[in-house]
């Protein structure tokens, strides 16, 4: 039996958490269906492998690169060429597929959602980048432009599509966009964590990693910290992220310069290179309020790092104990005094992290992602 066509869209590959679970998305895919990407760039392959943990061979995965794929103006409009683009190159495949958000492809698709800015509505509610460049006369004007050009295809994925939340937060925002019910997968956690070292001989330190953006908020868990160590003056921060050339990471450095008697700077680690500052650190810290899933504490978890948290967003249904979750600096502070004053705190929780990681295993979510494939296809 001749193999179905399946096409994966997403405009640009970066290196986080939406595209390593697309990554691992078409590990899944290749062996029982002809894969094609659609994409203005950003694919490297062997770069993809190595951040992903994944094994892919080039051959298996045919490249559709969009217009104007190598320029770097221009992004609004080049965006609404790429998604007029993929409508007309979906009608050749058995089924299309978004990595990520959602795309107009004025055919049956699955849209997985790696955040809740998936259109103008949401934007607007939690003022995303996409939001505030539209702000302003000029701006407003060329949005505008760019979403003529993208155009419509008159088929409305929300009412039609089959729609995959990265977490139950996630799908319960977006559900009043959809008219069928949202499933949901958590994304998979690369990384071995075959041997953590034990709590014992681990760091009175704690670690984040992510992307240095302002949505992340840096600076209120290094002021977290900051009060924290008025009482534990022992405890270190590492910081694992990439900084950009622009003004929050240049305020985030700033800070960190500040403070680098405590702050150790690692910018962007993959792969064994994390996994081994992860592995001496007993615990995790996150400030975004309005994460969709948190990759970055799913890993935490894996390597048996105990994440404070949020309250709000996606991240407490990750750890499952209210214990871990704040909702002000106050609260963070008094949480985690509670948590590093107890060596039974501490060791109950870190035995709950290695329950907790088989959730977020490769196998699961690849076996998972071929049955809804499979199903959507039938």
Wanted: aromatic content about 10%; some cysteine; glycine content about 6%.
């Amino acid at each position: 039996m001749e193999k179905k066509r399946i096409l994966v869209g997403h405009p640009y590959w970066g290196r986080g958490g939406a595209e390593i679970a697309a990554m691992w998305m078409l590990q899944a895919l290749i062996s029982d269906f002809h894969v094609a990407i659609v994409t203005r760039g950003g694919w490297d392959i062997t770069e993809l492998n190595h951040v992903a943990g994944t094994n892919i061979p080039a051959s298996a995965i045919d490249i559709q690169h969009a217009p104007f794929a190598n320029s770097k103006i221009f992004g609004a409009v080049l965006l609404g060429y790429f998604s007029r683009f993929c409508r007309k190159i979906a009608p050749a495949y058995d089924l299309c597929i978004t990595a990520s958000r959602v795309i107009d492809w004025g055919v049956p698709a699955i849209h997985f959602l790696s955040d809740v800015t998936w259109n103008h509505a949401l934007q607007k509610k939690f003022e995303s980048a996409e939001y505030l460049a539209r702000k302003g006369f000029v701006r407003n004007i060329y949005w505008r432009f760019a979403d003529l050009i993208s155009g419509e295809s008159g088929r409305e994925p929300g009412k039609n599509d089959v729609f995959v939340a990265n977490s139950q937060w996630t799908a319960k925002i977006s559900e009043e966009f959809c008219t069928h019910k949202i499933k949901v997968l958590f994304p998979p956690v690369p990384g071995r964590f075959l041997l953590p070292l034990p709590w014992e001989y681990r760091d009175s330190a704690f670690v984040c990693l992510g992307r240095i953006s302002p949505e992340k908020n840096i600076e209120q868990l290094i002021e977290i910290l900051e009060r924290v160590r008025e009482k534990h003056s022992e405890i270190i921060l590492h910081l694992i992220g990439k900084f950009n050339d622009d003004e929050y990471s240049r305020k985030i450095l700033e800070l960190c310069n500040i403070n680098k008697d405590w702050i150790i700077v690692h910018n962007g680690l993959y792969g064994n290179a994390k996994e081994e500052v992860l592995h001496r650190c007993r615990y995790g810290i996150s400030a975004c309020s309005r994460e969709a899933f948190g990759i970055a504490t799913a890993e935490m978890i894996k390597a048996g790092v105990i994440p404070f948290v949020p309250l709000e967003g996606a991240q407490r249904e990750l750890l499952e104990d209210e214990r871990l979750c704040y909702k002000s600096v106050a609260d963070a502070e008094n949480k985690i005094y509670t948590v590093m004053d107890s060596t039974v705190y501490q060791t109950q929780l870190h035995s709950k992290m290695h329950y907790l990681a088989k959730c977020f295993t490769t196998d699961e979510f690849c076996s998972k992602v071929r049955l809804l494939v499979q199903d959507t296809l039938s």
